[in-house]
């Protein structure tokens, strides 16, 4: 009677090859992600530990750039060449941005994702996820605003002019200086106790403490 060939196992004898695609499999499976940074054991931030969701600071300057040089596009063509569809446009963008940064998650942001790509090579600087989101709402909210003003009412004028000026002011000030001015607003009401958090996050540029209060 022939013998039949011995197969071998390979499942016992390569365990770091199975394994890696079990792993690869699964990470396929749970790639998508509703949250809003995250966390990374043994992280400092300015030699204290940061245990707390944090986001890299290079990846939202660069998507504050990009949005920076799309609003001064879309401002100039409104309010000097009186062509608003760019504008229109920009705040649907600009909406959605912000929606799915701070609702979702800041990693599928078409703006956010690509600033991400264009500094993946540079070393992260990790600040605090909490305020960026504070300061992200305060985004979003402009964002509400100028939809309607300049959308569904369309609102001409000195109204739709100050918020977009406040909207490129807050783009070039994060994208050219480093400084979230909607994470110095979330700093001063933790200062004044409005808000009580139980970790005071790391800011970016370290301009505030990040001792446990």
């Not at 390979?10 to 499999?25: A, D, M």
């Not at 998507?63 to 062509?83: D, E, P, S, Y």
């Not at 909210?141 to 002019?161: C, D, Q």
């Amino acid at each position: 009677m022939r013998k039949l060939p011995i197969i071998p196992n390979y499942r016992k004898k390569t365990p770091y090859l199975i394994g890696f695609i079990t792993k690869t499999s699964s990470n396929r499976k749970m790639s998508f992600k509703i949250q809003f940074g995250k966390i990374i054991p043994g992280l400092k931030i300015y030699g204290e530990p940061a245990e707390y969701p944090v986001l890299n600071e290079r990846d939202a300057r660069a998507a504050a750039g990009i949005m920076l040089v799309l609003a001064i596009f879309a401002f100039t063509q409104a309010f000097l060449m009186r062509q608003f569809i760019f504008l229109q446009i920009f705040v649907m963008l600009f909406l959605i941005e912000f929606w799915i940064r701070i609702i979702v998650n800041p990693d599928y942001a078409p703006f956010y994702a690509l600033g991400r790509l264009l500094v993946k090579k540079q070393i992260p600087e990790y600040s605090g996820a909490i305020q960026k989101r504070f300061a992200w709402s305060l985004g979003f909210i402009l964002a509400v605003s100028m939809f309607f003003i300049a959308i569904v009412f369309g609102i001409r004028g000195i109204v739709p002019f100050s918020i977009c000026s406040v909207c490129i002011f807050l783009l070039w000030a994060e994208s050219t200086l480093g400084v979230c001015i909607g994470c110095k607003i979330y700093s001063w009401l933790i200062n004044v106790g409005i808000i009580k958090p139980k970790v005071r996050a790391a800011c970016p540029g370290g301009v505030c403490s990040i001792n446990k209060k």
